[in-house]
């Protein structure tokens, strides 16, 4: 089957073939005459120029022509038939192309597009295939193309170096994919994450928790933050190698980014705190007073002090309850405070955000009612309360919820209540008791109705944000809108802000934020708890890694 698919290469056109049968100098004719348009612009005897020259604006047809000319051109041509190869997987085919593409009789130039094109297969082939065989072979022709590339003259850019720093992991030389990385912020070329993890995985895989940490320097320098999977890199790494130190320290920054871990980072901290290393870390007397200052000072949740304690650990895994005592060990978790200056900068954020992708006057029209009207206690995302289990929106099912949160807040007032216009006017909303419920809210100042074209989500996000507010929805704020927010502050406030609901038979059943924070936590006697992202629903409990020191239990 191999040989197979090694045989097997993707067809020139006709039009190709009698392009490159041509000679040089008359390439440019054919190239014209096979083209339609240009082959009725020719015969036209109002003609006075070539058809593919003619660029003015008042047809539009020059533009059409000299995109159709490039699709059809040999480089486009090429363009194509490796855009495929990439869609495909196909090594094979791409490296019989570019083979081709080098033919003395007839070649064909080579730019940046093509040429990243195949180092991608190379290197997606070279760190992926199974056979050993097929693995230094890609990424041996990767090697040669990216030099043929230099040859060329043609400059590469992120994508090309990513790709020569992926050949170089495959071949288990991080110190080569870590110099492609220093070559292209030396040219000026800012490196991305992706960039950074050949080297990274590459040192880490080959157990060189030094050369790994160079790499995580180098990112920190350039601004690049790591994420969950290079920081359960590093943790094994240094856990493997017995630096524990380096693991405190990036248990801590894992705290920080990640704030709680995966199944498979969960794995990697708990051999952590079952090996001999581990046993073998910390101090048997500590300064309880300097514990407790950098608890404070951190704002609580962790002291930063070292390892405490002596001896091996006991380690298992655990819930909370609903006061956030551990079931297993009897800690209670602190709730760490979020700094309102964080608050306000995040709801200046979220306003030049809005007002770039909603209409400018809408979104500054709500903020001043808003101003007019609140503050709320609470905000309820009715689009999804209301939709909550149905195809159908329920006016009753928002109401229901209304009254709920309205009984909890401590003014008593009701809930804002955020809905586009369209719910609000046509529909469902006609029924004469929805009309009722939909005059109650507007009575009472707590309907906003957001206009056409708008998302309503923005509106509400900042209302709850801007109010320092819960937010009733079960929204996960997951998506690319939330994406944009790129901060750590969004997933800390969404934990002490958000109220998520189910629905019985006796009505709604809300789920209060939990009164201690979701984060990774180090007490003040030296015991650690990571949650983990397993049971993160109403229905199902959240999973914690529980561990102490046997000898201070």
């Given at each position: 089957?191999?040989?197979?698919?090694?045989?097997?290469?993707?067809?020139?056109?006709?039009?190709?073939?009698?392009?490159?049968?041509?000679?040089p100098?008359?390439?440019?004719?054919?190239?014209?005459?096979?083209l339609?348009f240009?082959?009725r612009?020719?015969?036209?005897?109002?003609?006075t120029a070539?058809?593919?020259e003619?660029?003015?604006?008042?047809?539009?047809?020059?533009?059409?022509?000299?995109?159709?000319?490039?699709?059809?051109?040999?480089?486009?041509?090429?363009?194509?038939?490796?855009?495929?190869?990439?869609?495909?997987?196909?090594?094979?085919t791409?490296l019989r192309?570019?083979?081709?593409?080098?033919?003395?009789?007839?070649?064909?130039?080579?730019?940046?597009?093509?040429?990243?094109?195949?180092?991608?297969?190379?290197s997606?082939?070279?760190?992926t295939d199974?056979?050993?065989?097929?693995?230094?072979?890609?990424?041996?022709?990767?090697?040669?193309?990216?030099?043929?590339?230099?040859?060329?003259?043609?400059?590469?850019?992120?994508?090309?170096?990513?790709?020569?720093?992926?050949?170089?992991?495959a071949?288990?030389?991080?110190a080569?994919?870590?110099?492609?990385?220093?070559?292209?912020?030396?040219?000026g070329?800012?490196?991305?994450?992706?960039?950074?993890?050949p080297?990274?995985?590459?040192?880490?895989?080959?157990?060189?928790?030094?050369?790994?940490?160079?790499?995580?320097?180098?990112?920190?320098?350039?601004?690049?933050?790591?994420e969950?999977?290079?920081?359960?890199?590093?943790?094994?790494?240094?856990?493997?190698?017995?630096?524990?130190?380096?693991?405190?320290?990036l248990?801590?920054?894992?705290r920080?980014?990640?704030?709680?871990?995966?199944?498979?980072?969960?794995?990697?901290?708990?051999?952590?705190?079952?090996?001999?290393?581990?046993?073998?870390?910390?101090?048997?007397?500590?300064d309880?007073?300097?514990?407790k200052?950098?608890?404070?000072k951190?704002?609580?949740?962790?002291?930063?002090?070292?390892?405490?304690?002596?001896?091996?650990w006991?380690?298992?895994?655990?819930?909370?309850?609903?006061?956030?005592?551990?079931?297993?060990?009897?800690?209670?978790?602190?709730?760490?405070?979020?700094?309102?200056?964080?608050t306000?900068?995040?709801?200046?954020?979220?306003?030049?955000?809005?007002?770039?992708?909603e209409?400018?006057?809408?979104?500054?029209?709500?903020?001043?009612?808003l101003?007019?009207?609140?503050?709320?206690?609470?905000?309820?995302?009715?689009?999804n309360?209301?939709?909550?289990?149905?195809?159908?929106?329920?006016?009753?099912?928002?109401n229901?919820?209304?009254?709920?949160?309205?009984?909890?807040?401590?003014?008593?007032?009701?809930?804002?209540?955020?809905?586009h216009?369209?719910?609000?006017?046509?529909?469902?909303?006609?029924?004469?008791?929805?009309?009722?419920?939909?005059?109650?809210?507007?009575?009472?100042?707590?309907?906003?109705?957001?206009?056409?074209?708008?998302?309503?989500?923005?509106?509400?996000?900042?209302?709850?944000?801007?109010?320092?507010?819960?937010?009733?929805?079960?929204?996960?704020?997951?998506?690319?809108?939330?994406?944009?927010?790129?901060?750590?502050?969004?997933?800390?406030?969404?934990?002490?802000?958000?109220?998520?609901?189910?629905?019985?038979?006796?009505?709604?059943?809300?789920?209060?934020?939990?009164?201690?924070?979701?984060?990774?936590?180090?007490?003040?006697?030296?015991?650690w708890?990571?949650?983990?992202?397993?049971?993160?629903?109403?229905?199902?409990?959240?999973?914690?890694?529980?561990?102490?020191?046997?000898?201070?239990?």
């Amino acid at each position: 089957m191999r040989a197979a698919m090694a045989a097997a290469v993707l067809r020139p056109t006709a039009a190709t073939l009698r392009f490159l049968s041509t000679p040089p100098h008359q390439r440019r004719r054919v190239l014209v005459g096979h083209l339609p348009f240009a082959r009725r612009r020719r015969h036209s005897s109002t003609a006075t120029a070539p058809a593919l020259e003619d660029s003015s604006p008042r047809s539009g047809e020059g533009k059409a022509v000299r995109r159709r000319r490039a699709r059809e051109s040999p480089q486009g041509l090429l363009r194509h038939q490796l855009d495929m190869c990439s869609r495909n997987a196909d090594l094979t085919t791409a490296l019989r192309l570019y083979d081709d593409a080098l033919s003395p009789d007839n070649p064909i130039p080579l730019s940046l597009h093509h040429y990243n094109c195949l180092l991608y297969l190379c290197s997606n082939a070279a760190a992926t295939d199974s056979d050993s065989h097929i693995s230094a072979t890609a990424a041996q022709r990767g090697f040669d193309i990216f030099a043929r590339m230099e040859a060329d003259g043609v400059q590469p850019n992120e994508a090309t170096l990513t790709s020569v720093a992926r050949l170089a992991a495959a071949t288990r030389d991080p110190a080569m994919a870590f110099s492609v990385v220093r070559r292209m912020a030396a040219a000026g070329t800012p490196p991305r994450l992706r960039t950074y993890g050949p080297a990274l995985f590459a040192y880490c895989d080959a157990k060189d928790a030094d050369g790994a940490k160079q790499v995580e320097a180098h990112m920190d320098a350039s601004g690049v933050v790591p994420e969950e999977p290079e920081l359960a890199a590093l943790l094994r790494v240094n856990a493997d190698t017995g630096k524990a130190d380096e693991v405190y320290r990036l248990l801590h920054r894992t705290r920080v980014l990640v704030r709680q871990v995966c199944d498979t980072t969960a794995q990697v901290v708990e051999a952590w705190f079952r090996s001999d290393a581990a046993s073998q870390a910390g101090v048997d007397s500590w300064d309880p007073t300097k514990v407790k200052e950098g608890v404070v000072k951190g704002g609580g949740g962790w002291h930063g002090q070292g390892w405490l304690g002596k001896g091996a650990w006991s380690v298992g895994w655990t819930e909370m309850g609903k006061d956030g005592t551990c079931q297993r060990c009897g800690e209670r978790l602190v709730c760490i405070d979020i700094d309102p200056a964080e608050t306000d900068n995040f709801a200046n954020s979220l306003t030049e955000l809005a007002i770039k992708l909603e209409a400018r006057e809408d979104f500054l029209s709500f903020q001043s009612w808003l101003r007019r009207h609140g503050p709320f206690d609470a905000v309820i995302d009715a689009a999804n309360v209301g939709l909550y289990k149905s195809k159908d929106f329920c006016f009753s099912q928002v109401n229901s919820v209304v009254n709920a949160i309205q009984r909890v807040t401590k003014s008593k007032k009701l809930p804002l209540i955020v809905l586009h216009r369209s719910r609000v006017n046509v529909g469902p909303a006609k029924a004469p008791y929805n009309q009722k419920i939909l005059d109650s809210w507007r009575n009472a100042g707590a309907l906003y109705a957001t206009p056409p074209g708008s998302n309503d989500d923005w509106y509400w996000l900042y209302a709850a944000v801007s109010c320092r507010s819960l937010l009733v929805t079960n929204d996960e704020m997951r998506d690319h809108l939330f994406q944009l927010l790129g901060t750590s502050f969004f997933p800390r406030w969404k934990e002490k802000h958000q109220v998520r609901l189910t629905f019985s038979g006796h009505g709604p059943t809300l789920h209060l934020p939990p009164p201690y924070s979701i984060v990774i936590q180090e007490s003040e006697d030296g015991s650690w708890h990571v949650p983990t992202t397993t049971g993160d629903d109403i229905e199902k409990p959240r999973q914690w890694l529980c561990t102490t020191r046997k000898s201070l239990r």
